[in-house]
C-alpha cells in the first residue's frame, strides 16, 4: 500500500475503529467501471475513497455512547445520526483535505442512490457481492434476485454505512484489494441468495459464513422492529409528539407518554455494555 494511503487510513482508523467501523480504501475508477455512467461518482478515477462498514460491535460502543451524548437535539433516526457524527468526524480528523461523506442511504433528488453501497464494499476488498450472476444455471427463472454482501470475518452481521471521498489526492498505483470468496460452492450460493430474497426475517442468510461475532439479541430485536417505532423501543418521543423537558444528563427528548412495557428494558439500551475507548467529543 502507497505511504500516504497507509498514513491517511490509519488516521481514519483511529477515529472510527475504535467505535466498531472498518476502512477500506478503493479507487474510485474500480467502482465506475463496474456501472452504467448514471452511478459513476463524479470524480477522476484514480481518486482515493474509503468504504467505512460497521461490525456488531458498533451497537455498543458508538450507538449507546452517542444516545447518551449531548449531541442529539431531535432524533430521527439514531443510527443514521450516530453513523453521520462519527463520518463528520472523519472530516475533522482531517482539516487540511477537502473530504466529501456519502452514506449509504443518500440520493439524487430523482431517489437514484448516490452510491450502490454494495458494489463499492465489493471493489474496497471489504465484502464479497454475491449476485445471481454469480450463480451458474440459477433455478429462479423469471423471479427477481436481489443480491447481497458476505463478510469474511463477520457473514451477512454487518452493514455498509457509506463512503469518504478524498478529492484531490489521486492514488493510480494503489493495488487492487479482491474481496474474499467466502460462499464458493454453487449450491452454497443458492442457499444465501434464496435466503436473503425470500427468508431475510429469520436472520439465517446471515451465516452463511461462521461468524466470528453476530448481532446481539437487543440489537436484532432493534433492527427487527420496523423504523417508524424504533424510537419508542428506545423509550424517546417521536419528532412530532409534545416533548418532555429534556434533563442536562438526558439531552434528547424523553418519550413519557408511550414508553415500552418495562422501563428498566428501555433504560437498558442505553447502558454500554462495552466501553468504548473514548467517548465521543465536541
Excluded at 450472476?133 to 451477512?156: R, T
Excluded at 418495562?262 to 465521543?280: E, I, K, M
Amino acid at each position: 500500500m502507497e505511504p500516504k494511503v497507509a498514513e491517511l487510513k490509519q488516521k481514519i482508523e483511529d477515529t472510527l475503529c475504535p467505535f466498531g467501523f472498518e476502512v477500506y480504501p478503493f479507487q474510485v475508477a474500480w467502482y465506475n467501471e463496474l456501472l452504467p455512467p448514471a452511478f459513476h461518482l463524479p470524480l477522476s478515477g484514480p481518486t482515493l475513497a474509503f468504504l467505512v462498514l460497521s461490525t456488531p460491535a458498533m451497537f455498543d460502543r458508538a450507538l449507546k455512547p452517542f444516545l447518551q451524548s449531548c449531541h442529539l437535539q431531535m432524533l430521527t433516526d439514531p443510527v443514521d445520526q450516530c453513523v453521520a457524527y462519527h463520518l463528520n468526524r472523519v472530516r475533522e480528523s482531517l482539516p487540511e483535505l477537502q473530504i466529501e461523506v456519502i452514506a449509504d442511504y443518500e440520493v439524487h433528488p430523482n431517489r437514484r442512490p448516490k452510491i450502490l453501497a454494495q458494489t463499492a464494499a465489493h471493489v474496497a476488498g471489504a465484502a464479497y457481492y454475491y449476485q445471481r450472476k454469480d450463480v451458474e444455471a440459477d433455478p429462479w427463472g423469471n423471479q427477481h434476485i436481489s443480491g447481497v454482501c458476505i463478510h469474511p470475518q463477520f457473514g451477512g452481521w454487518f452493514a455498509i454505512r457509506g463512503v469518504v471521498l478524498l478529492p484531490g489526492i489521486e492514488v493510480p498505483d494503489l493495488p487492487p484489494r479482491k474481496p474474499h470468496d467466502c460462499v464458493p460452492t454453487r449450491a452454497d450460493r443458492i442457499a444465501l441468495l434464496e435466503g436473503f430474497n425470500f427468508h431475510w426475517r429469520d436472520w439465517t442468510y446471515r451465516d452463511a459464513v461462521t461468524p466470528q461475532e453476530r448481532y446481539s439479541e437487543e440489537q436484532k430485536a432493534y433492527f427487527s422492529t420496523p423504523p417508524a417505532q424504533r424510537l419508542a423501543l428506545l423509550g424517546l418521543a417521536q419528532p412530532s409528539e409534545k416533548p418532555s423537558s429534556p434533563s442536562p444528563d438526558f439531552p434528547f427528548t424523553i418519550h413519557t407518554a408511550k414508553t415500552p412495557g418495562n422501563p428498566s428494558r428501555a433504560r437498558s439500551w442505553l447502558s454500554p455494555r462495552v466501553s468504548p475507548p473514548a467517548s465521543p467529543g465536541p
